[in-house]
């Protein structure tokens, strides 16, 4: 008996299919085989800032014990399905399939996980790595999927792993609306959350469990538990078939796509995390976007709470220039323009005092001043007495923001990216 990993990425289109399902049929026709499966399947989101992604940029990974007699049946069998089922036809669907059959999973090819997870990786460079630990690399039309199939087979030890349960619509009903009743998403919720997660919005009172394409996956229940994640099924009111359902160990929700850097150490297409100072006021911009610049030793860098982050705009509009934080976020480059964090969670450590500049009152009659311009001093209206610019007053601003973690709201949260409750939970 020997170990086979197989990796499957890229054979959904921004319209149809979804690898997960692909990965369901598979993980049946190998049981029918008589393989017996050594781990859970699982869904490996990559890196979330890749410019070609589909969806939530994710690959699945199926781990095995098999007859090593069956290995060529077997690799021909999942080969055959990812044919059969990718969206070969769409023009960016590049399906990848990766098979490594060893007993211990080299170390070269978890880091080239890793890596994969946190930046941009060519193909040239999967391949050079499977032809260094003898993995398979199978490209069926185009190449860019084998990447992501190679990093699903590296990825066998998830740190903090979470889990998805994903239930998958009968196929007559794939583009239709989806009949989940909502009381029941919110029931479920209030029942098992913190233990499941990103169940509803309720900023925007919608229900987050069920997708909005057209593909074959009825719902999606994550979860930190695996038994929870079928309780929290158990609880819903689904009004029509569900074709099946399967447990996926995942890195969704690890924050394992972020790498804590110095400002100088930053680049484009990755995920950071970086600690520093606020150096000036947040700028609110056409659009509703939040701006303000970052510093630490090394340098400045612009972050940005977008439109879509919706309530976690007012934190960042509420920090002053010298506030102690950890920002967190996506790095985009955009050709002549500096980097730019997209900022999808802030530590506030410590605040700063900050002070507001009074016009003072006049001296001899006690009416407000006015500004004779910038650093001209004052002049009082009613009397004409002049006041020198020093003579400014400063107040201590009330501070409205705690020291704390603020997260963008789940509609506009990264499937990578660690939600709030879990840092309450102790497990940051
Ligand atoms: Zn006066």
Known sequence: MVKLHIGIDDTDSRKAMCTT?????????LLKMGLT?????????????CPYKTRGNAAVALRFSADSGKLKKVKEVVLNRVRELAELECDGTEPGVAFYVGEEMPERLRSFSMSVVRRMVSVGDAFAVASDVGAEL?????????????????????????????AYRAKQNWGTFRRVDDNSVI?????????????????????????HTPCPVLLGIRSLDSDMAFYAFSILRILEPVERVLLFETNQATD?????????EIEGETSVSVEGSVADLPRVMPGGHVFFTLKDETGTIQ???????????????????????????????????????????????????????LTPFCSICGKKMKSLGRNKGYRCPKCGNRLSESSKVFV??????????????????????????????GTS
């Not at 399902?21 to 026709?29: G, K, L, P, Q, R």
């Open 187 to 211: 029931k479920m919720d209030s029942m098992t959350n913190p233990w499941t997660f990103d169940n509803f919005d309720y900023e925007t009172n919608e229900s987050r469990i069920t997708p």
């Open 37 to 49: 499966p050594i781990m859970r399947p699982q869904l490996i989101r990559l890196n979330p800032n």
């Open 256 to 264: 394992l796509h972020i790498q804590k850097v110095k400002i100088a």
């Open 303 to 357: 972050c940005a709470a977008f439109e879509p982050t919706k309530s976690f705009r007012n934190v960042v509009r509420a920090l002053r220039p010298g506030d102690r934080v950890i920002v967190y976020g996506g790095v985009k480059s955009k050709p002549g323009l500096s980097l730019t964090i997209n900022l999808e969670k802030i530590r506030v450590i410590e605040l700063a005092k900050s002070f507001h500049a």
């Open 21 to 29: 399902y692909v990965a369901a049929i598979i993980f049946e026709d």
């Open 138 to 166: 199978y490209a069926l039309k185009g190449s860019k999927g084998v990447v992501g199939a190679l990093a699903a087979v590296g990825m066998d030890r998830i740190p903090k792993k979470t889990y998805e349960l994903i």
């Open 396 to 425: 201590e601003e009330q501070r409205t923001l705690t020291p704390g973690v603020y997260t963008v709201p789940p509609s506009a949260r990264r499937h990578l990216s660690k939600p709030l409750l879990f840092e309450d939970l």
